[in-house]
């Protein structure tokens, strides 16, 4: 890496002195970056020349703008509002031009406009000490956060379009904000500047590298995915495939006590995302502390789908799913009934089979655990801004010319929830500063994105986010129309308080939809982390309150909070109803012969 001379000096922002740039030596990387330019031109023009274009972001521009532009008819439709907003907007931009020039003159002056304390982008000493980065980030918050006023304020807008008009505005405002720019960021243009533009050089190649990877499009890395192999150092606890169709392979892992309880333990994850979530490490690994509690434990691993599996719906995925898994557990331990667990989609998966279940008088599941998972989609959050009858029909249309909607766009979605810091943070790491990110397993898990059935995947949106169809009792699977409240088995129901993806308040009301005892828990933190938070790490807390009764507030409100990890209240809980042990089973030990070693081969198939 080419280093400045000492020929002159600057301060940088923490005091330290920077050395002015070696000027032959920057002359020369720029050069280098005209022809990394080229690679990345090269690697978005590849798909379109072949033909192998990926779809979908026109038409999200294209959304994008409709509903901005009946944001901007509603102001029209007021000129006297219009004027009123202007004058606000003005005046904030001249309290900060007072505020400026008073500091210019030694004058002691009160910032016009302050970052959230949370909000980590501009925490370089730079952008306070020096007047004018300072300048440029309150010009900036003043800017969306009046961007962000008029939609609030356009009246006469219905929720959704409201809705979706905030989440454009917050795309908007984190891909302009100062902190991208290497003009506008004190602390890239230090580091351009000590570096002689060598970081810009770095970062254009593995901009290059990262368009060729997603195909055309964007797939910002956010982990050393070098450093990570499935099976090698992640997704490591013990076990067999004892069961594989054309929609899963089912795991049996080993025991690691001598005895474990009677009844097994099938576990059914989201198929949007891979399964080993819960078996990132020995250190986080729920799958593992399960085993070590003598629990006989089962997962699905769901197949990546492709275009044979277009057709594979909900019903499919019940039946070659969780039916399937039944049947083997049955074949394998020889016990009929286990307890199960669902986490995100496939707790909502599990919750219309056990719906089914109780329409046909089916009795092998016993108990039921849901982690962040709704079954009422009244207050599903921000994804539901990505869910409207023009939408849908968009996604159905591309997934009509696949089968399968790329695991791209899912993952997309959910970055987009938190695009300051799932977004732009990385790309100013990667792409800006030039540095490759680190090894981080959450985070390599996070991009091995899975792709999604076409029917499965239509169903689950119009039937669940569109029409909320399963709370309603209106859901029909098999000829049966599924009611909840039939599901009478014992239930524990865990939310987490920062979830994104699952909010709090609706896997509350959630739990009011059950006919049986449901355990409502509220767990510390988000949708990733407060789940995957073992005892051994005292991080995040949990609350317990009874039953789910009025509001989430006032439930909360009079919850009991207790320190660490839920993982030993959920044990608990389970234990309770069926106590009994037998002599531990190893994978293979009853009629079904193994396949494979875990995690078997599913998990492997990346997009």
Same mark, same amino acid.
């Given at each position: 890496m080419g280093r400045g001379s000492t020929g002159g000096q600057g301060e940088a922002g923490d005091g330290a002195t920077a050395p002015a740039p070696d000027f032959d030596q920057f002359a020369q990387n720029m050069g280098r970056l005209v022809e990394e330019y080229g690679r990345v031109t090269a690697a978005y023009l590849k798909p379109i020349e072949r033909g192998e274009a990926k779809t979908g972001q026109a038409e999200e521009a294209s959304d994008m703008v409709k509903t901005l532009g009946r944001v901007a008819e509603r102001w029209i439709n007021d000129p006297a509002k219009i004027v009123e907003a202007q004058a606000s907007l003005a005046g904030d931009f001249m309290n900060l031009w007072s505020m400026a020039l008073k500091r210019a003159g030694g004058e002691?002056?009160?910032?016009?406009? @302050?970052? &959230?304390?949370?909000?980590?982008?501009?925490?370089?000493?730079?952008?306070? @000490?020096?007047?004018?980065?300072?300048?440029?980030?309150?010009?900036?918050?003043?800017?969306?956060?009046?961007? !962000? +006023? =008029?939609?609030? @304020?356009?009246? #006469?807008l219905d929720a959704h379009t409201k809705d979706k008009a905030r989440f454009y505005i917050k795309q908007i405002a984190g891909a302009l904000s100062p902190t991208n720019f290497v003009a506008t960021n004190p602390e890239l243009l230090r580091e351009t500047l000590q570096q002689n533009g060598e970081n810009l050089v770095r970062g254009l190649k593995m901009l290059a590298e990262d368009v060729e990877a997603g195909g055309g499009e964007l797939k910002i890395r956010q982990s050393d995915a070098s450093r990570f192999e499935v099976g090698v150092n992640i997704a490591m606890t013990p076990g067999k495939v004892v069961f594989r169709n054309d929609v899963m392979e089912l795991i049996q892992y080993a025991p690691s006590t001598p005895q474990v309880l009677k009844r097994p333990l099938l576990i059914v994850p989201p198929w949007i995302n891979k399964f080993y979530i819960l078996d990132l490490n020995p250190e986080k690994s729920f799958i593992r502390w399960c085993v070590e509690q003598g629990l006989t434990v089962f997962c699905i691993s769901w197949v990546n789908p492709d275009a044979r599996h277009a057709t594979k719906d909900f019903e499919s995925y019940m039946r070659e799913g969780i039916f399937a898994a039944l049947d083997?557990?049955?074949?394998? *331990?020889?016990?009929?009934?286990?307890?199960?667990? #669902?986490?995100?989609?496939?707790?909502?998966?599990?919750?219309? *089979?056990? %719906?089914? +279940? %109780?329409?046909? %008088?089916?009795?092998?599941?016993?108990?039921?655990?849901?982690?962040?998972?709704?079954?009422?989609?009244?207050?599903?959050? !921000?994804?539901?801004?990505?869910? &409207?009858?023009?939408?849908?029909?968009?996604?159905?249309?591309? +997934?009509?010319?696949?089968?399968?909607? &790329?695991?791209?766009?899912? %993952? #997309?979605?959910?970055? =987009? $929830?938190?695009? /300051?810091?799932?977004?732009?943070?990385?790309?100013?790491?990667?792409?800006?500063?030039?540095?490759?990110?680190?090894?981080?397993?959450?985070?390599?898990?996070?991009?091995?994105?899975?792709? +999604?059935?076409?029917?499965?995947?239509?169903?689950?949106?119009?039937?669940?986010? $569109?029409? /909320?169809?399963?709370?309603?009792?209106?859901?029909v699977i098999g000829g049966k129309r599924l009611d909840l409240k039939k599901v009478t088995i014992p239930i524990y129901? $865990?939310? *987490?308080?920062?979830?994104?993806?699952?909010?709090?308040?609706?896997?509350?009301?959630?739990?009011?939809?059950? #006919?049986?005892?449901?355990?409502?828990?509220?767990?510390?933190?988000?949708?990733?982390?407060?789940?995957? /938070?073992?005892p051994a790490k005292v991080k995040y807390q949990y609350w317990t309150g009874g039953p789910a009764k009025g509001s989430l507030d006032a439930w909360m409100a009079k919850a009991t909070e207790h320190p660490g990890s839920w993982w030993p209240h959920w044990f608990g809980w389970l234990e309770s109803q069926a106590p009994r042990k037998v002599k531990a089973r190893e994978p293979g030990g009853g009629k079904l012969e193994p396949l494979a070693d875990a995690p078997g081969t599913y998990v492997k198939v990346r997009v």
């Open positions: 002691p002056s009160e910032p016009v406009a @302050q970052p &959230d304390p949370r909000d980590g982008r501009f925490k370089d000493p730079d952008w306070s @000490q020096q007047p004018i980065f300072d300048f440029i980030k309150q010009a900036y918050l003043i800017g969306s956060r009046w961007a !962000e +006023m =008029m939609v609030d @304020q356009a009246d #006469g083997a557990i049955r074949e394998a *331990t020889g016990e009929k009934k286990v307890s199960a667990i #669902g986490y995100c989609v496939g707790g909502t998966l599990l919750g219309v *089979t056990l %719906a089914y +279940m %109780a329409a046909v %008088a089916d009795k092998r599941i016993e108990s039921a655990t849901f982690f962040t998972t709704q079954v009422d989609f009244s207050q599903a959050g !921000e994804l539901s801004v990505f869910v &409207d009858e023009e939408q849908i029909r968009s996604i159905e249309e591309q +997934m009509s010319r696949t089968g399968y909607l &790329d695991g791209s766009r899912m %993952a #997309g979605a959910f970055n =987009m $929830l938190r695009p /300051n810091d799932l977004i732009w943070s990385y790309a100013v790491n990667n792409y800006l500063k030039g540095k490759a990110p680190s090894p981080f397993d959450l985070l390599y898990w996070n991009s091995d994105s899975t792709r +999604m059935p076409a029917a499965n995947h239509s169903f689950y949106l119009r039937n669940c986010y $569109l029409d /909320n169809k399963l709370s309603k009792g209106e859901m129901n $865990l939310a *987490t308080r920062e979830d994104h993806i699952a909010p709090s308040a609706s896997v509350f009301i959630g739990s009011q939809c059950f #006919g049986g005892p449901v355990e409502h828990v509220v767990a510390g933190s988000g949708h990733i982390a407060g789940v995957v /938070n073992p």
